[in-house]
């Protein structure tokens, strides 16, 4: 089993940037694919980011994409969500959770462990 927990949120201006981490305890992270998804008041919660357990292969939402970068280190038991360029529109409460596969998705659904969300928080 693994634990997530997610760090690096805060305020930051439109055009600005933020690092969110996530640490996951456990022998076994390595062996997940790693998911980031966000939720905004009153909306659902939608895909951001995904990565293989290699890191080898990524996955982003239209929405993002060009602008944010997952990243993940192994050794360290972490995955990383570089956010550049950041908007009004990206701000949300954001989580990381541990795929079920091997194989990359979009679903929240098939993501088992998740951490308690960090805000970020963009100002205009």
């Known amino acids: 089993q693994v634990q997530p927990v997610e760090s690096g949120g805060g305020l930051v201006q439109a055009g600005g940037s933020l690092r969110l981490s996530c640490a996951a305890s456990?022998?076994?992270?390595?062996?997940?694919?790693m998911g980031w998804f966000r939720q905004a008041p009153g909306k659902e919660r939608e895909f951001v980011a995904a990565?293989?357990?290699?890191?080898?292969?990524?996955n982003y939402a239209d929405s993002v994409k060009g602008r944010f970068t997952i990243s993940r280190d192994n050794a360290k038991n972490t995955v990383y969500l570089q956010m550049n360029s950041l908007k009004p529109e990206d701000t949300a409460v954001y989580y990381c959770?541990?795929?079920?596969?091997?194989?990359?998705?979009?679903?929240?659904?098939?993501?088992?462990?998740w951490g308690q969300g960090t805000q970020v928080t963009v100002s205009s």
């Open positions: 959770a541990t795929g079920r596969y091997t194989f990359i998705t979009t679903t929240p659904g098939l993501y088992d462990y």
């Open positions: 456990g022998r076994t992270f390595s062996s997940y694919s």
């Open positions: 990565i293989s357990r290699s890191g080898g292969s990524t």
